[in-house]
């Protein structure tokens, strides 16, 4: 039998992490992948391919983390910092493999870190900056997921923070033209859902109950998480609900795009 690259490992320790994240929640067989191409990768002299196996293993660890969150949990601290200190490792390794543009990822993890465990966005978006900066290098290495996730978060920033709605579309829209460039059934109403938030605050709340539906109907048909597929009804609810309360008070959201509103 023909010992698996590097590469392999790392491509097959993605696709396990990808069907973790959005169908199974068991982490365990993307990282025993990963941590045999980090080994590997080690024994080879790989920088490249450690830095990436690194990266991969902090997304794996965010993920444990995210999917405490959305059943109600909480993460300790250490184990926040265990998460932070994969992407930290990871950088130095990208910074010793001479690939600035390829630590887009380890950056995009930094910004998680502190965006989605932190609540701290002050700390996060330099990191998204420098990874929104990156992921269009002319040394990229044109990864389409990446620059969606960059992207989706960059509009969530503009959702929640720095409200700015026709920015947030903006981004938010390009990163679900990314994910259905990519192609791939799991990823896609995820960006539906996070492009009709920002259609909602934007005050277009016909595109946004159309986007859910469509979600909806697609993190079925995908086969996705309960808690996913729930995320998407609950998001078209509530637009639903919204719509109904201003209609029978008379009180419309602006549908030019003007208006302003709260984001979810």
């Keep these: 039998m023909t010992e698996e690259t590097v590469a392999e490992l790392l491509t097959a320790g993605d696709e396990a992490l990808a069907e973790a994240l959005f169908r199974t929640g068991d982490f365990e067989p993307a990282r025993a992948v990963l941590l045999q191409a980090q080994a590997k990768a080690g024994a080879d002299g790989d920088q490249a391919g450690r830095a990436r196996a690194l990266d991969l293993l ?18 300790p601290a250490e184990d926040i910092e265990a998460e932070e ?26 910004g998680l870190v502190y965006q989605v465990l932190r609540r ?3 700390t996060a978006m330099p990191y998204y900056w420098q990874a929104l900066e990156l992921v269009y290098a002319p040394d990229s290495d044109g990864d389409l997921y990446l620059r ?16 700015q709605p026709s920015e947030a579309v903006r981004h938010l829209q390009l990163s679900l033209d990314l994910r259905e460039e990519l192609g791939d059934p799991r990823r896609i109403p995820s960006g539906q859902v996070a492009l009709a938030g920002a259609e909602l605050a934007a005050g277009h709340r016909e595109r946004a109950i159309e986007l859910l539906t469509n979600a909806v109907t697609q993190a079925r048909e995908a086969g996705l998480r309960p808690e996913r597929i729930a995320d998407a009804e609950r998001a078209l609810r509530e637009a639903q609900e919204t719509g109904e309360a201003q209609d029978e008070t008379g009180g419309a959201q602006d549908e030019t795009g003007d208006g302003r509103s709260e984001g979810r």
């Design 148 to 163: 969606s996730e960059v992207h989706r978060h960059v509009g969530f920033y503009y959702v929640t923070e720095d409200e």
């Design 120 to 122: 701290d966005w002050i």
């Design 85 to 110: 200190r994969l992407f930290r490792q990871a950088l130095s390794a990208w910074a010793e493999a001479g690939a600035r543009a390829a630590a887009a990822h380890a950056h995009f993890g930094l």
């Design 58 to 75: 902090g997304m794996v660890a965010h993920g444990e983390n995210i999917t405490r969150l959305m059943t109600g949990g909480t993460v």
